[in-house]
């Protein structure tokens, strides 16, 4: 859960999502993917190109759904994704949860198969993991 309720999460998702779009218009943002095992101080980071817009449909009037999409910039392995980002009333009081549910694209369209089983799979779901975290921490009122 996250300290403000969905109203105060989403002005702050709202200035968040701003705060990425650079002088030529275009939102963009620093994803990283870290490494298992022994080798966890390494990552790999990579710029994609994000958009995220407030649309209808939350299973409850209060919720937030907001389409979120993002393409790497450049040539790489990170995969394009797209989905939902849902903000909802937690029931703990005066706090909201994030989630984020979509699909994503493997790089190196055909060839890319053979390497989504291998590894983009988990570059998909380690780059996701952080835009929430990084969520969470633009929303977490400062204290």
Do not use: C, N
Not at 6 to 25: C, I, K, M, N, P
Not at 41 to 69: K, Q
Not at 72 to 84: D, H, K, L
């Amino acid at each position: 859960p996250v300290q403000g309720g969905v109203a105060q999460s989403t002005a702050r998702l709202d200035r968040f999502f701003a705060s990425l779009q650079a002088e030529d218009g275009i939102a963009r943002i620093r994803l990283r993917v870290r490494a298992d095992g022994p080798a966890r101080e390494l990552s790999i980071e990579r710029e994609v190109r994000v958009e995220a817009r407030r649309t209808r449909g939350g299973a409850r009037l209060d919720d937030l759904m907001m389409l979120v999409r993002w393409t790497p910039e450049g040539a790489g392995a990170f995969p394009a994704f797209e989905g939902v980002l849902f903000v909802r009333a937690s029931g703990e009081g005066d706090s909201s949860s994030i989630e984020l549910d979509g699909s994503y694209a493997a790089p190196f369209g055909t060839a890319g198969q053979v390497f989504d089983a291998a590894i983009s799979h988990r570059i998909a779901q380690a780059t996701a993991r952080e835009l929430l975290e990084d969520l969470k921490r633009a929303i977490e009122p400062a204290r």
